[in-house]
């Protein structure tokens, strides 16, 4: 899905996502950071997740969400950041958004597949698909208790055009994004009658840490920001919030 | 004494699903057939309402530390007032030294608490204090300190499923949240609910079904000590959204059946429809959910007014799992489908096999005229 191809207008008083409960992953830099910031600007209630605890704390300071300190490629911090979820916007049982967003660029600088070690790709798999499809798994109760209350409730999987285009150096992430894609539309047909719908995104380039790192040196002045891209992606949610069941 | 022609064995394997999980079922005329457990789905009819408990199991054991007598404790959460994350103190049951492999009954008492004490979890900055000892001396209430995150954070790192010598291999939360799990709120888990997968969601749908959830906070099924056994369960907060209690009225003015996935499902459903809170324009809280304590026992005699029929683990005589049962079931025709459990070695407790139980007695919403199927 193209975000330009989304209809950013609104006219209703409250933001649609006004109330939703939402949990944003890697939510205390770029895309994830914005995305955080937009939500909360919107009136909605959002956990987020990151590894570094200091940052966790200054944009739990800064937003009002909870933070909580967990590296979704871990598996065994998968349920724990369900319980402290649990503990915060899913305690009354639904969830209406999850956004898995936290990624790794595979190995930098960027190398040919035949020169990234074999962990490296591992280390992609597990943070861009093993990450989101555990933690989705792990949150599809609420996801779906959401959707039975009436709007459907949104799984948004952030991916890269280079899931689609065959960039040399791009081999660890660009396949890992790839399977992420294709595990969204598999599982958007399945869920579809659980009101859940299962969404992957490419935002675009952006000026975040993520970019730097891929692509050091680039004219960061040339770039978008990311809060446009997270207005963007997060329209597109409400777009789809809005469709009624058939 | 009726010679026995088979045991139940305890299933010490920590699969929710296994292939070869069995289902005993009770239908309405009295009689018992044992089916695979997966086909359970096949005995949904149209217009039935299966209700099931989306509780996640809270990591409810943590080794502590008695900083009076230095002495190491194992703390099991048991109770709580409110299903509220910020409500921070619990009653608890404390075992001495060793661990689940011993059996809770064969565990070291622990020390002496007294109101005031304070329990330190190591590894964390995490620590409770004894608010009272409750009228047992392995019964107390606890107030955990520091913000509820702060509580949180160090419970999912620190706690472990409550697991008993059954089960030797230690659990992880992925062991015992069952696949619609939500709030952490249930001190074991709604383990009847370990049948339920995405796919029999989906196929209670296709039968023309429809499928609801509530919030039970279950408790624990046992802590060792005949005195505290005997007050189980424990009085269990519950919330019930107001889209489940609408098809429960749905479908009982069509007819449907309601069908409870697990006992603390039966416990809350009925305990709402005895206090009027199952009726339209019921006392709504704001989210149009409703939340009580669920205080009573359902046994022999108990008059049930909405749960038609009751999937559950396979539960010995004797425990209050199994007493509820009386609730549906008269006892010549319970003590047969007992033999009848024994006498195929059905799997009990947790991760075992499973029971169907349509029930033989009245309650007054079945006494009702029903409507055209």
């Given amino acids: ?246 | 004494m009726r010679p026995r022609t088979g045991t139940l064995v305890a299933a010490g394997t920590p699969a929710q699903r296994p292939a070869g999980a069995r289902l005993l079922t009770l239908d309405r005329q009295g009689t018992i057939t044992v089916l695979p457990r997966r086909d359970w789905t096949g005995l949904v009819w149209k217009g039935d309402l299966v209700v099931a408990n989306d509780a996640a199991t809270l990591p409810a054991s943590l080794r502590a530390t008695h900083r009076p007598s230095g002495r190491a404790v194992e703390i099991r959460l048991a109770a709580r007032r409110t299903l509220r994350p910020d409500d921070l103190v619990f009653d608890a049951v404390l075992l001495g030294e060793g661990d689940h492999r011993t059996r809770t009954e064969d565990r070291a008492a622990p020390p002496a608490m007294a109101a005031g004490d304070a329990l330190a979890i190591p590894g964390t900055r995490l620590s409770a204090s004894v608010i009272e000892v409750l009228d047992h001396p392995r019964f107390v209430r606890l107030a955990f300190d520091g913000s509820p995150p702060e509580f949180w954070s160090a419970l999912g790192r620190a706690g472990r499923p409550v697991q008993y010598a059954h089960v030797p291999e230690p659990l992880a939360l992925w062991d015992v949240w069952t696949v619609i799990a939500g709030p952490p709120v249930a001190f074991e888990p709604p383990s009847a609910g370990f049948l339920l997968d995405w796919a029999s969601v989906a196929a209670i749908r296709s039968r023309g079904a429809d499928f609801a959830t509530l919030t039970h906070a279950a408790g624990l099924s046992s802590t060792g000590d005949p005195v505290l056994d005997a007050r189980l369960p424990l009085p269990e907060p519950y919330r019930i959204p107001e889209r489940t209690a609408a098809l429960v009225r749905e479908t009982r003015a069509r007819g449907g059946r309601i069908i409870a996935i697990g006992t603390t499902v039966v416990r809350a459903l009925e305990h709402a429809a005895a206090h009027g809170l199952l009726e339209d324009r019921s006392p709504l809280g704001a989210s149009g959910t409703f939340a009580s304590t669920a205080d009573q026992r359902l046994g022999s005699g108990t008059q049930r007014a909405v749960v038609d029929v009751l999937v559950s683990g396979t539960h010995a005589p004797g425990t209050s799992h199994h007493e509820l049962l009386r609730a549906f079931v008269p006892d010549p025709l319970l003590d047969r489908v007992d033999r009848a459990l024994a006498g195929a070695r059905f799997r009990t407790h947790e991760f075992g096999d499973s029971v169907w139980i349509e029930s033989r007695l009245p309650s007054p919403w079945n006494a009702r005229p029903r409507g055209p199927r």
């Fill in chain 1, 1 to 246: 899905m193209k975000i330009t191809e989304v209809d950013r207008t609104d006219n209703s008083e409250a933001h649609p996502l006004a109330g939703a409960r939402a949990v944003v992953t890697g939510g205390t830099s770029g895309l994830g950071l914005a995305l955080v910031r937009a939500l909360r600007s919107a009136g909605a209630e959002v956990a987020f997740v990151a590894r570094t605890p200091a940052r966790v704390a200054e944009v739990a300071r800064e937003t009002g969400a909870t933070g909580i300190v967990a590296d979704v490629a871990n598996k065994r911090d998968v349920h724990r950041i369900a319980l402290e979820v649990g503990a915060s916007v899913g305690r009354d049982g639904a969830l209406d958004l999850l956004v898995n967003n936290a990624s790794s660029l595979g190995p930098v600088p960027l190398r040919p597949l035949g020169d990234t070690d074999c962990e490296d790709l591992e280390a992609a798999l597990a943070a861009n698909l093993l990450g989101p499809f555990r933690l989705t798994k792990t949150l599809l109760g609420p996801l779906a208790a959401g959707g039975r209350s009436g709007r459907p409730s949104v799984v948004l999987n952030v991916s890269s055009d280079a899931a689609r285009g065959a960039y040399p150096g791009w081999g660890a992430y660009g396949a890992s994004k790839a399977g992420l894609a294709h595990l969204s539309a598999i599982w958007d047909a399945e869920l579809a009658a659980e009101g859940v719908r299962v969404l992957s995104i490419d935002p675009g380039d952006m000026d975040t840490p993520l970019h730097e790192r891929a692509l050091p040196g680039s004219d960061r002045a040339s770039l978008p920001r990311p809060g446009e891209a997270a207005r963007a992606l997060l329209a597109a949610v409400a777009t789809v919030r809005g469709q009624v069941r058939s």
